[in-house]
């Protein structure tokens, strides 16, 4: 049991488009979903906590009108990249947990964003 | 958050033992030390939780200090499914993110 999925797992977009990536909690109900980022060869870094039916709380230094993140239901939280630049390519990873408090993050996949 | 402190790689043989340390001496009493691994190419898996006593599971074992400074990541027989980056991370009873270091690489050697 707890398995998130992503979707997709490789996107490439050109520079300036926007691109929504998926995240869903498929055997649970997930109260709270987190998104980080990963660059090559460095380690993950929490972007915004997200729970479900209210605003989601940003990471310092992480724009919340570049990154919107929507977690409209208890299995699903979508981010949006918007106007996509290449510095902005990484690896998106989402996670869920089953309670509000201090319970197992459970991981998705990832996401690979290639912007040209 | 307090901080862990992990070498950055280790090296092990195949169906051998793998002692994976973690130093956090700034650990407070409501500090759970929590225990991630993440295979290349993929998002991370939880291994292993604990407090103060030792812990087992399936995957691995945890040996945590008496003082709670140091903890160590026991894999019992190591395999090749094993290389991964194995994060060490503190986390407040109440708290509900992670915040990841940057891990030991462990690499297994067949």
């Known amino acids: 049991g707890a398995v998130v999925s992503q979707h997709p797992s490789r996107v490439i977009c050109k520079s300036g488009t926007s691109v929504k990536i998926e995240c869903r909690s498929l055997?649970?109900?997930?109260?709270?979903m987190f998104w980080y980022r990963q660059f090559p060869k460095q380690s993950l870094m929490l972007m915004a906590t997200?729970?479900?039916?209210?605003?989601?709380?940003?990471e310092q230094g992480v724009e919340k009108d570049k990154f919107l993140i929507n977690h409209a239901s208890l299995t699903l939280s979508t981010l949006t990249v918007t106007s996509a630049h290449p510095e902005d390519s990484s690896f998106y990873i989402c996670s869920a947990t089953r309670d509000r408090v201090a319970d197992t993050q459970y991981f998705g996949p990832g996401t690979r964003l290639t912007v040209l | 958050d307090a901080k862990t402190t992990q070498p950055n790689s280790m090296e092990s043989n195949e169906e051998e033992p793998v002692h994976l340390p973690c130093n956090h001496s700034t650990i407070s009493g409501t500090d759970y030390i929590h225990w991630y691994r993440q295979l290349p190419s993929q998002g991370p898996e939880y291994v292993i939780h604990g407090l103060t006593s030792n812990v087992n599971n399936r995957m691995a074992s945890l040996a945590i200090a008496e003082d709670r400074k140091s903890s160590t990541l026991i894999l019992h027989r190591a395999t090749l499914r094993d290389a991964a980056v194995y994060y060490c991370?503190?986390?407040?009873?109440?708290?509900?993110?992670?915040?990841f270091g940057q891990g030991t690489r462990l690499t297994i050697n067949p």
């Open positions: 055997d649970f109900q997930a109260t709270t």
């Open positions: 991370i503190l986390r407040w009873q109440g708290a509900q993110k992670l915040v």
């Open positions: 997200s729970n479900e039916g209210s605003k989601a709380t940003y």
